[in-house]
């Protein structure tokens, strides 16, 4: 089992529309999560960081985290063609090392 | 804030030779990350360094690959000698501690071994 799982993809949102990213982890003891946006040949670029079950908002960007179900979820309201890009989700296990786990991401894109 | 820098941008080389990456990470930043990210995938943890120590590189392939953070700075990573399937983008990272919030990412280099 791969310790942070994404959809690949692609997801084709019209625009305007919400977006509605999904990530499953396997670590239960996972504290912190992360949200990144990677433009193609770019470097991933931090968008959302989320510590406590629930949402969080900023801007059009919710992140949604459930630690019983072990799942993590990115929501994009008023889709806009900017958005399009790779979405990779991001987990900070445990453990001294506090390293950072990458899933694969999920590739968007927002049609007009 | 100047953000990370990374050297060379971009680099081709053939198999079996040896290619190496610079990274000099925000200032003040004591924890320093490699990535390795092949097309299509998520970035990949190499080495982590905590000032100039080294904290976790399980996942170093050290056959090949070495890394150095001397004076707690600037790093190198090392691949030697290259195979074809090190093409790839290796990605330095840096955060304040450990605990802090997330990573800054350089702009990368991009490896094509032929």
């Known amino acids: 089992q791969k310790e942070v799982e994404q959809n690949s993809g692609p997801l084709s949102v019209p625009e305007g529309a919400i977006a509605s990213l999904n990530c499953t982890y396997s670590?239960?003891?996972?504290?912190?999560f992360f949200w990144y946006r990677q433009y193609s040949g770019k470097s991933p670029e931090l968008i959302m960081f989320i510590y406590s079950n629930g949402d969080k908002e900023d801007g059009r960007f919710t992140a949604q985290l459930n630690k019983a179900s072990q799942y993590v979820s990115l929501l994009i309201r008023d889709s806009q063609p900017s958005d399009s890009a790779t979405y990779l989700c991001?987990?900070?296990?445990?453990?001294?090392?506090?390293?950072?786990?990458f899933g694969s991401g999920t590739r968007l894109s927002i049609r007009p | 804030e100047a953000g990370v820098a990374q050297s060379p941008r971009y680099k081709i080389i053939e198999k079996r030779q040896s290619v190496a990456f610079w990274c000099n990470p925000i200032?003040?930043?004591?924890?320093l990350y490699w990535y390795q990210q092949i097309l299509g995938q998520g970035p990949k943890l190499l080495i982590q360094?905590?000032?100039?120590?080294?904290?976790?590189d399980s996942q170093l392939p050290k056959d090949r690959f070495s890394a150095e953070r001397l004076k707690g700075v600037d790093s190198t990573l090392k691949i030697q000698p290259a195979k074809l399937e090190d093409s790839a983008v290796y990605l330095c990272?840096?955060?304040?501690?450990?605990?802090?919030?997330?990573?800054?990412f350089g702009s990368g280099t991009r490896l094509t071994v032929v």
């Open positions: 360094f905590q000032n100039n120590g080294v904290v976790d």
């Open positions: 991001a987990v900070n296990l445990r453990g001294s090392a506090s390293k950072i786990i």
């Open positions: 990272a840096s955060r304040e501690y450990t605990g802090s919030y997330g990573y800054t």
């Open positions: 200032s003040g930043h004591a924890t």
């Open positions: 670590d239960r003891g996972s504290q912190s």
